[in-house]
Antibody, heavy 118, light 110 residues
Framework: EVHLVQSGAQVRKPGESLNISCQSS????????IGWVRQMPGKGLEWMAR????????AYNPSLEGQIAISTDKSINTAYLQWTSLKASDTAIYYC????????????WGPGTRVTVS | QSVLTQPPSVSAAPGQKVTISCSGR????????ISWYQQLPGTAPKLLIF???KRPSEIPDRFSGSKSGTSATLDITGLQTGDEADYYC???????????FGGGTQLTVL
């Protein structure tokens, strides 16, 4: 059974950097795309990015490209989402997901990491 | 404003059937698979339907998905109070080069 464990809630100020993580288990980490979906307060879902740990191939939502970075550490089965300069509008819950390609759906979800930028 | 359009809310009585619609265009629903997600209050979303009409093994057959042209629907039969949640459709958009979601539909089981 796939299990996604995300890092805890974070509070940052605008302009600060941040790195949140998602450690996975229950499957071969290098053989499935892993990504991030965000949910702003009281709003719907937005796909952000995905990465294939096997070869580090990435795909970003064009509306967010340049604002975030996705990466992995294969040695500890962990994916990361990184910001170099946070904005108040980055306040959201960030869900780690297993992203099935080419059908483009998310079949496993982490519990979410709440990020507050204020 | 979401690229995929869903009704903000639907409601029905326990035991009844409800249909949630998701309207898009050729670049997304028309030419790609649809998935549906259920988000219970205060929890992470859960996959209900993938590849337009397939269900993960743990999802009961009360939930079904379909598509016609540039619109998709999620049907829920035998409604239960535990089905009260927000429901989201999603699809790849070939023009935007992104997975896009509908704005979500809040289901109330009266």
């Amino acid at each position: 059974e796939v299990h996604l464990v995300q890092s805890g809630a974070q509070v940052r100020k605008p302009g600060e950097s941040l790195n949140i993580s998602c450690q996975s288990s229950g499957y071969r980490f290098t053989s499935a795309w892993i990504g991030w979906v965000r949910q702003m307060p009281g709003k719907g879902l937005e796909w952000m990015a995905r990465i294939y740990p096997g070869d580090s191939a990435t795909a970003y939502n064009p509306s967010l490209e340049g604002q975030i970075a996705i990466s992995t550490d294969k040695s500890i089965n962990t994916a990361y989402l990184q910001w170099t300069s946070l904005k108040a509008s980055d306040t959201a819950i960030y869900y780690c997901v297993i992203h099935r390609v080419p059908s483009e759906y998310f079949d496993s979800w982490g519990p979410g990491t709440r990020v507050t930028v204020s | 404003q979401s690229v995929l359009t869903q009704p903000p809310s639907v409601s029905a009585a326990p035991g009844q059937k409800v249909t949630i619609s998701c309207s898009g265009r050729t670049a997304n629903i028309g030419n790609n698979y649809i998935s549906w997600y259920q988000q219970l209050p205060g929890t992470a979303p859960k996959l209900l339907i993938f590849d337009t009409k397939k269900r993960p093994s743990e999802i009961p057959d009360r939930f079904s998905g379909s598509k016609s042209g540039t619109s998709a629907t999620l049907d829920i039969t035998g409604l239960q109070t535990g089905d009260e949640a927000d429901y989201y459709c999603a699809s790849w958009d070939s023009s935007l080069r992104a997975v896009i979601f509908g704005g979500g539909t809040q289901l109330t089981v009266l």
